[in-house]
């Protein structure tokens, strides 16, 4: 079995070349749906068996995988390998698992596209790298699955390419992403250096530098692969492309941009913990820009009309929330967040995609994503309905929902990171309004696309989705109501919080989060009273918010309006990041562009092309004149050199 | 007549007379064909020298030498079907021409020119 586990890796990209190159080649091939959705989730769908027996055999022991050397430099020998151990593992059960049923859904969901096989091809090019990415045992290989995600999100967002909409959409995912990339790079290079100056032959694998002391340069190696996450993961100052690459069809939205490749900067951190542990201060600006993104996100998420757009900003909103946990140093509760939020928020994104499909087929309502056009919806979409209702109750944090473990984890551990009143006191506070926020915004959109009148204008009525769409539903909305027992709270036994005290802890050791639990343990009686608050706001504000929707309808939203009063146009605006970086970056940017580089592209590096080419041309002028055609005067050149030649020889 | 006598100086003489003839021959004229002649006549003066500097250098009597000499004369042979060869090949590229241009001036077949 073990010599198979180089298929979680190889299946998936096979499977990529196989769709992508046969699409390419046979039209036959191209048209036989049926054929590529079922190639495409089985290459997905064995390497996920074989991650599930490897993680159900799993002996404590770190199974590695070396495939070969890749390159070979002085002293840096890297390695195309990987490795399972604990964390790897859970990640792989989240990116295949979920994968496979959005690669499931997506047989339905694209059903008759044009461009069919290449989107499966994407797709399961998509889970090669994401493998890449959480499977590598080093850096590099990481950098590789880290840089390929980054590239098949770009060709999924602009997936509809001819919409210039999209196209744009995808552009911005792409340079937002680079300049993350460009941290990594930089984080690496110093990650080098230090290795490279005590030890004789650097791998840059994991277990390498999590084990080394870089010293002065651990600040900068932390903040810059946090910047790094805040590109991939949604952070401020980097978000802006999320929300924007909901271009994208939408079980790419589900898997890319909610369950797995923006989680990836969470796990890059959790796996590279120690190096995090030593530099206080760069778990402090995580601590502070995570609230931000968070609060920032829930606000704007209230504001929006666009069913994926509310998604999109309650992603950004959620993956503040682990980027919360991971500046408290409780890194395995931000896995464990990263684990529910992949199977509420995969299952909300899909159903609104089953929605989106149910509206595009009535072709009376302009933007089919528009929740004011929508209302009444469970009536004619059981199943997408309900399992979006429980989703939704999943992310509000209602107990004993997934949602309510995982978020009440990350509160207690902002709460108990210090004694007194501190920076993390305040974080807690943001946090837990962004908990009551995130309640009320999801319960909003739940309603207004689910209950009440039915706003759309047709006699057509919307139908629920075929089986293939809805099964992955209900497998993700079960997921989404247990995911959360695997963590309990420890204060109910060590033993019954699985997820950290059985798993991941072998991997991740974190002095804060000792701290945090012995805090914690010290004063049960708080913990008792914070859980029972959280629970009770999560409950009450999904109340609330379900009969203020339910008594006023669509016109709740303008109570909300005059509530919020001249804010709400600034959260309608999304806190106006595109505008501000329109004008302070992009702007002077494209200024300097046009006025600046336009003229020294034309004279300067034109100038300096040209005039090499004229020189030639001139001097071939004045030369050319030797070759007079004149077969007498060549020879008598070739002579006069004879000549000249055998005088040197002769008498020289 | 001591200066009549035939050796190794009288010959030689005789390449480079031929040698420089041929030499301001193909520099000076302009009809193709004078043109080849010339570098025939070159050629032939290469050979003389050639077998004249054969006969001039043979050891006579040399162990395992049985007719000293005779490896120059060979190389001339060669050189000769060698030239022969070459000249069937520059006379039908001078005929071609004629055929094409009714003119085997060689300055105006300056195709090569700037």
């Known amino acids: 079995m073990t010599s198979l586990y180089p298929l979680i890796i190889l299946l998936p990209l096979l499977g990529a070349m196989v769709i992508g190159l046969g699409g390419l080649m046979s039209p036959a091939f191209r048209k036989n749906e049926g054929l590529i959705g079922a190639l495409a989730t089985a290459m997905v769908g064995i390497p996920f068996l074989l991650v599930a027996y490897a993680f159900f055999t799993f002996g404590g022991e770190k199974i590695s995988i070396e495939l070969f050397t890749w390159m070979q430099a002085g002293n840096l020998e890297i390695g195309f390998n990987y490795q399972l151990d604990e964390l790897s593992l859970l990640m792989g059960m989240i990116v295949t698992g979920v994968g496979m049923l959005i690669h499931l859904y997506s047989i339905g969901y694209m059903h008759g596209d044009q461009g069919y096989y290449k989107f499966f091809a994407y797709l399961n090019l998509f889970i090669f790298a994401m493998n890449n990415l959480i499977l590598g045992d080093n850096l590099v290989v990481m950098f590789l699955g880290w840089e390929g995600v980054g590239l098949c999100s770009y060709l999924l967002i602009g997936f509809w390419y001819s919409d210039m909409l999209k196209a744009e959409a995808a552009q911005k995912a792409f340079v937002a992403n680079r300049i993350g990339d460009f941290a990594m790079l930089i984080a690496m290079f110093l990650i080098y250096q230090g290795l490279g100056s005590a ?3 650097v791998s840059l694998s994991f277990s390498e530098i999590i084990h080394h002391d870089f010293g002065d340069s651990t600040f900068w190696i932390a903040l810059l692969v946090f910047i790094a996450a805040t590109g991939k993961s949604a952070q401020i100052p980097l978000f802006v492309w999320l929300p924007d690459a909901m271009a994208g069809p939408t079980p790419v939205s589900a898997l890319i941009h909610a369950a797995t490749m923006v989680t990836s900067g969470i796990y890059l951190i959790a796996r590279m913990h120690p190096i995090f542990e030593a530099s206080p201060e760069v778990l402090a600006i995580i601590v502070v820009v995570a609230a ?40 395995i509760t931000a896995i464990f967040h990263v684990m529910t939020h992949a199977f509420f928020k995969a299952c909300l994104f899909l159903g609104s995609g089953s929605v989106i499909h149910a509206m595009e087929h009535m072709h009376t309502v302009d933007d089919p994503q528009d929740i004011r056009t929508m209302g009444g919806l469970r009536k004619y979409m059981p199943s997408t309905g309900t399992t979006f209702w429980i989703s939704t109750l999943a992310i509000s944090g209602i107990i004993p929902l997934s949602g309510f473990f995982s978020k009440d984890e990350i509160l207690a551990s902002l709460f108990f990171f210090g004694e007194g009143f501190d920076l993390y006191k305040v974080i807690y506070i943001v946090g837990m309004f962004t908990a009551m926020l995130t309640a009320f915004y999801m319960t909003r959109v739940t309603m207004l696309t689910f209950e009440g009148e039915e706003r759309f204008p047709d006699e057509k009525k919307p139908h629920e989705s075929p089986a293939i769409m809805t099964i992955p539903l209900w497998v993700l909305a079960a997921l989404a109501v247990v995911g959360g027992f695997l963590g309990l709270p420890v204060f109910l036994g060590e033993e019954l919080n699985w997820i950290g005290h059985g798993w991941l802890e072998h991997v991740i050791h974190s002095e804060h989060h000792h701290a945090i639990h012995e805090h914690a343990h010290a004063n049960e009686t708080i913990e008792y009273i914070l859980v029972a608050a959280s629970a009770l706001i999560a409950i009450l504000t999904v109340f609330f918010t379900r009969n203020f929707y339910s008594k ?101 | 007549m001591e200066f009549l006598t035939p050796n190794a100086y009288t010959y030689l003489s005789v390449a480079i007379v031929m040698f420089a003839l041929g030499a301001i021959g193909v520099m000076t004229r302009r009809n193709g064909i004078i043109v080849f002649m010339c570098i025939e006549l070159m050629l032939n003066a290469v050979n003389l020298s050639l077998i004249t500097f054969s006969k001039m250098h043979a050891v006579a009597g040399a162990e395992g030498v049985p007719h000293p000499g005779a490896n120059g004369s060979m190389l001339v042979f060669f050189v000769m079907c060698v030239a022969a060869a070459e000249a ?4 039908s590229i001078i005929i071609a021409l004629f055929r094409n241009r009714l003119d085997i001036d060689i300055n105006n077949v300056n195709i090569f020119k700037w």
Request: glycine share 12%; with cysteine; proline share 1%.
């Open chain 1, 199 to 201: 030890t004789e032959m």
């Open chain 1, 292 to 331: 931000l993104t968070a609060v920032i996100a829930a606000f704007t998420a209230i504001a929006q009309h666009d069913i994926k757009k509310v998604l999109a900003y309650s992603t950004v909103s959620q993956l503040g929330f682990m980027f919360m946990a991971l500046g408290a140093g409780a890194y």
């Open chain 1, 552 to 652: 006023n309808g669509l016109a709740a939203d303008e109570k909300v309006k005059n509530f919020f009063g001249g804010f709400y146009k600034t959260m309608e605006g999304k806190f106006y990041f595109d505008e501000f970086y329109q004008r302070t970056i992009i702007g002077p940017f494209k200024w300097l562009g046009e006025n600046v580089i336009a003229w020294c592209e034309e004279y300067i590096v034109d100038g300096v092309v040209k005039g090499i080419s004229d020189g030639v041309a001139n001097i071939g002028d004045v030369f050319k004149r030797l070759q007079s055609g004149l077969v007498s005067n060549y020879i008598l050149i070739i002579s006069l050199g004879v000549i000249l030649m055998l005088t040197f020889l002769i008498f020289g």
């Open chain 2, 88 to 91: 069937v090949v520059g006379l």
